[in-house]
Nanobody, 122 residues
Framework: QVQLVDSGGGLVQAGDSLRLSCAAS????????MGWFRQAPGKEREFVGL???????YYADSVKGRFTVSRDNAKNTVYLQMNSLKPEDTAVYYC????????????????WGQGTQVTVSS
């Protein structure tokens, strides 16, 4: 049974940093495309970034240069390092797993975490 557990969210001020974690069980993160999405109140869920199974990373333009996706194969965990946070980054953040080579759309993902709230105050 596959389980993704998101953690690390919280309330921070603009300019601060946070690192989100996605601990996986039932699958091996190095063999999946592992993505991060977010959903702000009243908005659709949107792609944030991903680390493909070969290790390359991709990001939404809105977070490029500020956010970094990485993985620790030994811990079977994926991370989203978020720096220079802005109020518009406020959202529930979800990790997800896909067996697609470079999954960019929600429909590409098979498994989802429960989400973790990130709130950035101005």
């Amino acid at each position: 049974q596959v389980q993704l557990v998101d953690s690390g969210g919280g309330l921070v001020q603009a300019g601060d940093s946070l690192r989100l974690s996605c601990a996986a069980s039932g699958l091996t993160v190095s063999k999946y495309g592992m993505g991060w999405f977010r959903q702000a109140p009243g908005k659709e869920r949107e792609f944030v970034g991903l680390i493909a199974w070969l290790g390359e990373t991709y990001y939404a333009d809105s977070v490029k240069g500020r956010f970094t996706v990485s993985r620790d194969n030994a811990k079977n965990t994926v991370y989203l390092q978020m720096n220079s946070l802005k109020p518009e980054d406020t959202a529930v953040y979800y990790c997800a797993a896909s067996d697609t080579v470079r999954p960019r759309a929600e429909i590409d993902y098979d498994y989802w975490g429960q989400g973790t709230q990130v709130t950035v105050s101005s």
